[in-house]
Structures are given as structure tokens and as C-alpha cells.
């Protein structure tokens, strides 16, 4: 069963068709970004600098080496954002043009590339930097696409979301960097910022995508964000965890999540780590997906905690962790019309989204105006919902760069899941301490 997750993820590459050579002899000796100096920033010197302001750019080589897809010129931007905790950062976003017939579009492709270290980064892998064996060939299926999106015409931009310190699952710094991703395309391309813009996204570009579309009215409200199209979407990780807790192919997400929430939110997670949690956080602190899921079949997350720890959601830190990163927490709503796609294999979601919850998200939104289209793949795990999902996101998206009215599926859309924030025990006051009063 460990490896049902990378298998499912050959298939994805497969399927797409895609003439990509098994054995890539050219892939170039490319210095990974926390060796690279073109990466660096001096946080301090930021503080003032405006928020997607381009920081350093140069050009670069975008595909798959040694394949006959083609290599595309492209270009990496260096440009100031933000952190999870509001600090500022920079990361990079690699840049394509379009090679193709000119589309009026600005694509903010978002990566799957779920990982905690940067040898996933896109950047690094757009480029043939090499992310070991079990990540081969997602990176080498978001190449192709990459190139593919820029010979339909759109100018593509692909942000390495998750900072230079890899906050996977971060949502906030997910969405700001997206955004600010965005401004610095355009600024270095020379688009006015009424520039039709769409993002996509599918399992961690989703979470990208997902808040970026609902921090955008108060973070960026210039940029004209004509649509998104999200697939694959953890909506309430509460949920999630209970979905994968034990699962075979899923449960290397659990120590992987742990890690990267104490990184981007400041948690000491070996305060409440056990013995065995603790070494399983070492063995994913610097993975990305491909290499941890399927490792640690029927890993449930009691078993990386101490006992007192079992009821995980009641850890103040955690459940306060939870509860922020709710999509569609944030106060008002998105402004452009939305596609949402998840699957449905057993009932309850796909493996590790959670239909309900999706169903959820988009009725809040409905309610709320914003025209939602959300389409169920019956049947569909995780990696074979994602095969779907994307050429329907893509006919979605050539339909609002095309001005096409937003078409919506509200109507029929069930409540789903309440998505209403874990309860928060107080903290205990200890009486027979000394009382200091009010507090």
C-alpha cells in the first residue's frame, strides 16, 4: 500500500500525454534556492519596501530537460511579501511569456508542490533542477503544463507560495505571496493592474489559490482577478485529520503538517511531540510530498504526541492553529466568480478532502454573491479528481479571460459541513497559585 500515493501520481503524468522521457541525462547541476544566492534578502532592508515590489530578476530556461516539450525562455522575479506572522519576506516566482497566439490572460499557475524543503520548490524544478525520484514526475507534469498554459497564449506566473522557509499549509503567506507574486509580474511585464488575471490551483495550489481569492478585496484590491478555479481543498483541517488519521496512503501528511504549522505559526511542536513523533518530524522536516506520503501507513497522530496530548484538537496552540486557517474565515468575501472541483471516491471525499466541507465553502459563498461552480468527480481519488479537474479549470478560466458571464451552480449545491471554528477550552486559572489579580 506505501506506494499507492506515487503510483496514482505516474498515472497523473501518463494520462496527461505527456512526452517525457523517463531518464532526463541534462538535468543541469543546479544549485538548490537555500544554496542560491539569487534567493537572499535582507529581511530588515524590506521593512519599508512596498509589498510585490520586484527585487531582482534573471533570466531562466523553463521545462523539462532532455524532453522533447521544448524549453521555454522564462524569467525569476525576486519580490517582497509577507510571512504567515505579517513579517516581511521575499520569494521568487518564475515567470513565463506567452509562446503561443496571444491570449488576453495572466495565469497565476499554483504548484502542487506541498513540501518542506525546497528541492520542490517550483522554481528550482521549472527550471530541471532535480527533486529526487519519488517527485519526478509531479514536477515533470507541471513543466509540461507551465509550457503548455504559455503556447495557449497566457502569460504564466508560478509562485513559490510557501517562502523561502517552506510554510506548506500555511494559508495567509500561501495567499500573500500569490498576490504579491501577482503585482510583481505585472509590474515587471508592464501590464496596467486592470490586467485579467486568473489563478489555478489543485491540491497545495489550492490552498494558494483558495486565499489568495478570499485576501484579495482587502490586500490587493487593484488587481483584477477575472477568476479562480481551486480543486482538491482542505477547507477545515479538523476534518482532514480525522479523514486520514490511520489511513494507509494519506497519514504522511499528518507529521509533515505538524512540522510546517510550528515553522510558519512560531509552535514549539516538540513541547507535545513523543519520542516517535519527534524522529518522523526529523525524517519529513525537509521532504516534500512525493517522499513522505504512503511512508508511515496507518500512522495516526496519537502516536506522534504524548499521551496527555491524545485529544490533539483540545492543544490550545493547535485548535487556535485550526480555527485560523478555516477557509472563508476572513472577514467579506471573494469578488470573482470561483470553480471548485474535489472527489468523491468512498463517500466521503477522496482520500483526504472532504466533499462536505467543499460543499461547505461553496455555499457560504453563494450565499454571500459570489457565482460558485462546483463540480463532484464521482468516483475519483485524490490524483485521478486532479486529472480531471484540470481541463475543466482551464476551459473555466479561457471563459472568463473571454468575458464569458460566470456560470454558477448554487442552487444545487448542499449545505455541506458546518466549517464553524473548534471550541477553545479557557486556560485554567490555578487558584492555589498566587493570584495576581486581574489579568
Same mark, same amino acid.
Request: glycine share 10%.
Given at each position: 500500500m506505501t506506494r499507492v500515493v506515487r503510483r496514482s501520481l505516474v498515472v497523473l503524468a501518463t494520462a496527461l500525454a505527456l512526452a517525457v522521457p523517463t531518464a532526463a541525462p541534462?538535468?543541469?547541476?543546479?544549485?538548490? /534556492?537555500? *544554496?542560491?544566492?539569487?534567493?537572499?534578502?535582507?529581511a530588515a532592508a524590506l521593512q519599508g519596501v512596498p509589498r510585490g515590489t520586484v527585487l531582482r530578476t534573471r533570466p531562466v530556461t523553463v521545462g523539462i530537460p532532455g524532453s522533447n516539450t521544448g524549453l521555454v525562455p522564462g524569467t525569476q522575479l525576486l519580490y517582497r511579501t509577507q510571512?504567515? *506572522?505579517?513579517?516581511?519576506?521575499?520569494?521568487?516566482t518564475t515567470?513565463?511569456?506567452p509562446s503561443g497566439p496571444l491570449n488576453t490572460g495572466l495565469v497565476a499557475y499554483l504548484s502542487f508542490y506541498d513540501a518542506l524543503g525546497d528541492i520542490c520548490s517550483p522554481s528550482y524544478t521549472l527550471r530541471g533542477g532535480d527533486p529526487g525520484r519519488d517527485n519526478q514526475q509531479l514536477a515533470d507534469t507541471e513543466a509540461a503544463l507551465v509550457t503548455s498554459l504559455a503556447a495557449q497564449g497566457y502569460a504564466v506566473t508560478v509562485p513559490?507560495?510557501?517562502? =523561502?522557509?517552506l510554510h506548506w499549509v500555511a494559508g495567509h503567506e500561501s495567499g500573500w505571496n500569490t498576490l504579491d507574486g501577482i503585482r510583481a509580474t505585472e509590474s515587471f511585464l508592464g501590464m496596467s493592474s486592470s490586467q485579467k488575471v486568473g489563478l489555478l490551483g489543485y491540491s497545495g495550489g489550492s490552498i494558494a489559490g483558495e486565499w489568495a481569492s478570499e485576501l484579495a478585496p482587502s490586500y490587493s484590491p487593484e488587481l483584477n482577478i477575472v477568476g479562480t478555479a481551486i480543486g482538491g481543498i482542505p477547507v477545515h483541517l479538523a476534518h482532514n485529520l480525522s479523514y486520514v488519521n490511520g489511513s494507509d496512503a494519506w497519514s504522511g501528511v499528518i507529521p509533515a503538517v505538524l512540522v =510546517?504549522?510550528?515553522?510558519?505559526?512560531g509552535i514549539k511542536v516538540n513541547k507535545f511531540a513523543s519520542k516517535y513523533g519527534k524522529q518522523v518530524m526529523a525524517e519529513v522536516q525537509d521532504q516534500c510530498i512525493g517522499s513522505f506520503n504512503g511512508n508511515y501507513p496507518g500512522l495516526r497522530v496519537q502516536q506522534l504526541v504524548k499521551k496527555k496530548y491524545h485529544a490533539f484538537l483540545k492543544i490550545r /496552540?493547535?485548535?487556535k492553529t485550526v480555527n485560523k486557517l478555516i477557509m472563508g =474565515?476572513?472577514?467579506g468575501h471573494p469578488l470573482m466568480p470561483m470553480f471548485m472541483g474535489v472527489g468523491d471516491a468512498d463517500g466521503t471525499g477522496d482520500h483526504v478532502m472532504v466533499v462536505k466541507d467543499v460543499q461547505g465553502l461553496a455555499h457560504e459563498y453563494c450565499g454571500e454573491g459570489v457565482p460558485v461552480q462546483l463540480k463532484v468527480y464521482q468516483g475519483a481519488e485524490h490524483t485521478q479528481a486532479g486529472l480531471q479537474f484540470i481541463p475543466d479549470a482551464l476551459s473555466y478560466l479561457a471563459g472568463q479571460f473571454?468575458?464569458? =458571464?460566470?456560470?454558477?451552480n448554487c442552487a444545487d449545491i448542499p449545505v455541506g459541513n458546518s466549517l464553524a471554528p473548534l471550541k477553545i477550552r479557557k486556560k485554567h486559572k490555578h487558584h492555589h497559585t498566587h493570584h495576581h489579580g486581574h489579568h
Open positions: 541534462s538535468r543541469a547541476a543546479i544549485p538548490l /534556492p537555500h *544554496q542560491d544566492p539569487f534567493y537572499g534578502y535582507d510571512d504567515e *506572522q505579517g513579517r516581511p519576506t521575499a520569494t521568487v515567470v513565463v511569456n513559490d507560495f510557501e517562502g =523561502s522557509a =510546517s504549522l510550528g515553522r510558519a505559526f /496552540p493547535f485548535a =474565515s476572513t472577514p473571454a468575458g464569458v =458571464s460566470a456560470t454558477s
